[in-house]
C-alpha cells in the first residue's frame, strides 16, 4: 500500500473543526493498518491515531484523545481524521502513513517503524 497523500488542512480558529483525508493505492488496502502523524515546528514527530485493517480497532495519543476521530473507507481507500475541539497546540503538518501490519502488537501503532509508505502531509494551523 502507498499513501497517495493527504488533504483537509487549513487555517481554523481554537474550538473549530477540520476533517482530514488520506487516500492510498494498493488493493491490500482493507488488510492494512493506517496511522496519522504530525510534527510541530521545531519539535519531533508524534503519533496521534491509528485504525486497524477492518477499523474495529483505533487507537489514540492522549492528547488528541477525545477529540479526535478515525475512520477509514476501504471502498474508497482512504482514511480520515475527524478533528473537533481544535486547539492552538494541535497547529503541525499532519502525515497518514501506511502501517507493516493490518492490526498492531501491543503499542506498535504509535512507532515510527510500524509504518512503510508516509504522505507528504498537510497543514494545520489553529489559530487562538
Known amino acids: 500500500v502507498q499513501v497517495v497523500g493527504e488533504s483537509g488542512g487549513g487555517l481554523v480558529q481554537a474550538g473549530g473543526s477540520l476533517r482530514l483525508s488520506c487516500a492510498a493505492s494498493g488493493r491490500t488496502f482493507s488488510n492494512t493498518a493506517m496511522g496519522w502523524f504530525r510534527q510541530a515546528p521545531g519539535k519531533e514527530r508524534e503519533f496521534v491515531a491509528a485504525?486497524?485493517?477492518?477499523?474495529?480497532?483505533?487507537y489514540y495519543a492522549d492528547s488528541v484523545k477525545g477529540r479526535f476521530s478515525i475512520s477509514r473507507d476501504n471502498d474508497k481507500n482512504t482514511v480520515y481524521l475527524q478533528m473537533n475541539s481544535l486547539k492552538p497546540e494541535d497547529t503541525a503538518d499532519y502525515y497518514c502513513?501506511?502501517?507493516?501490519?493490518?492490526?498492531?502488537?501491543?503499542?506498535?501503532?504509535?512507532?515510527?517503524?510500524?509504518?512503510?509508505?508516509w504522505g507528504q502531509g498537510t497543514q494545520v494551523t489553529v489559530s487562538s
Open positions: 502513513a501506511a502501517s507493516i501490519y493490518n492490526d498492531y502488537p501491543g503499542g506498535a501503532w504509535a512507532k515510527s517503524v510500524s509504518y512503510s509508505s
Open positions: 485504525i486497524s485493517w477492518s477499523g474495529g480497532a483505533t
